[in-house]
């Protein structure tokens, strides 16, 4: 009966061997067509291109949050220029803003091991935005090395990291949701709302109120076209910010159904980046519906 069980033994393990070295055997000697590798090829650049423009990609929508809103002085500060004190990095990582490990030297990573970075010190923010390391934010920066403008990339709101080397600073994960992010926060940073108020017919202290009632990863992407800032019950309107990963084959991929994932892409960067580009949807025009896309 032993002889019996090991001879089976034998036999099974002798089978998987064969097994598997047939399909290495028939793996190797696959090939793709010169068609196939064409296409693969296009497949990976497409989305090393996507990658690319999901991150850095501000669609010059710092002629907004710069050049309108100002929020690039209330970041360097006034000793550096702008006004107010200064966005330290403390500052920005209690907003939620992330920094890329990845994109830091390794002097400086190191230093922040050690301690040695003065995290209250918007110079050192001034300095990761030199090394392109904020997640979704862009500084622009004159020849003398002031900062000029800033603009904002799907990264802002759909990237986090995974906190290697301290809370807010590690290497990037593409596409989740940053629910630490205080977008209306940030954005009340700016010392000019006028832009805000003259869309909505309020004043700028109405719109400050607004986007600090919004809190930690949410957002009202319907605020510029209904001018509905809260609910019937009181509460915020701003909604969860949703992932940016997942979503193949799914159309109507939004909290509220908006549209498909391109129609979501084209919409955000337009109208909530503010972008410079053309965006069409006819049922904006329901003026019942949404009064301030209507005008």
Known sequence: MNHRKVLVVLVTVLGCALLF??????VSS???S???????RNAVHMVNQGRQVFRFDTFEDQTFWGDALKLHQAIEGKKFGGVGPGLSPKAALSLGLKVDVDALPASLVEQLKQGQVNLDDPAVTLALLKLDSVLGVTGFFKPD?????VGIQCALCHSTVDNSLTQGIGHRLDGWANRDLNVGDIVSLAPDLQPFADLLGVDQAAVRK????WGPGHFDAELILDGK???PDGKTSAVLIPPAFGLAGVNLHTWTGWGSVTY????????EMHGKGNFFDSRLDNAAQFPIAAK
């Open 34 to 40: 010169r068609p196939d590798k064409a296409n693969l």
């Open 21 to 26: 070295a047939q399909q290495k055997r028939t």
């Open 229 to 231: 800032a809260f609910r």
């Open 30 to 32: 696959f090939h793709l």
């Open 264 to 271: 979501w892409n084209a919409f955000v960067a337009n109208l």
């Open 210 to 213: 607004v986007l600090q009632s």
């Open 145 to 149: 090395g002031s900062l000029q403008s």
